[in-house]
């Protein structure tokens, strides 16, 4: 069974850059269609970003424009490149493989001067 483990928040001043990481382990099967969501306090889930297994991808359009999603097949690792963070971009952000539904734990990312 495929585990999600991500990893790279903290703490960061607006306007900066932050790498998060999804690394899967578990399972060698193909990871397929990959997804970044967040939570805020007191908000609901909601999607940031999906990569599929070739590489195509979407964006939330809060975040279009600053964020980029990525993925190395041969690490079955996803990545999420955040810049010009903004304050409401604070929140934990989970990982999630769609094909199982599966999510990690959550990585908290606070933009906060």
């Known amino acids: 069974q495929v585990q999600l483990v991500e990893s790279g928040g903290g703490l960061v001043q607006p306007g900066g850059s932050l790498r998060l990481s999804c690394a899967a382990s578990g399972s060698a099967v193909s990871l397929g269609a990959m997804g970044w969501y967040r939570q805020a306090p007191g908000k609901q889930r909601e999607l940031v970003a999906q990569i599929t297994s070739g590489g195509s991808t979407n964006y939330a359009g809060s975040v279009k424009g600053r964020f980029t999603i990525s993925r190395d097949n041969t690490k079955n690792t996803v990545y999420l490149q955040m810049s010009s963070l903004k304050p409401e971009d604070t929140a934990v952000y989970y990982c999630?493989?769609?094909?199982?539904?599966?999510w990690g734990k959550g990585t908290l990312v606070t933009v906060s001067s």
């Open positions: 999630n493989r769609r094909a199982t539904n599966t």
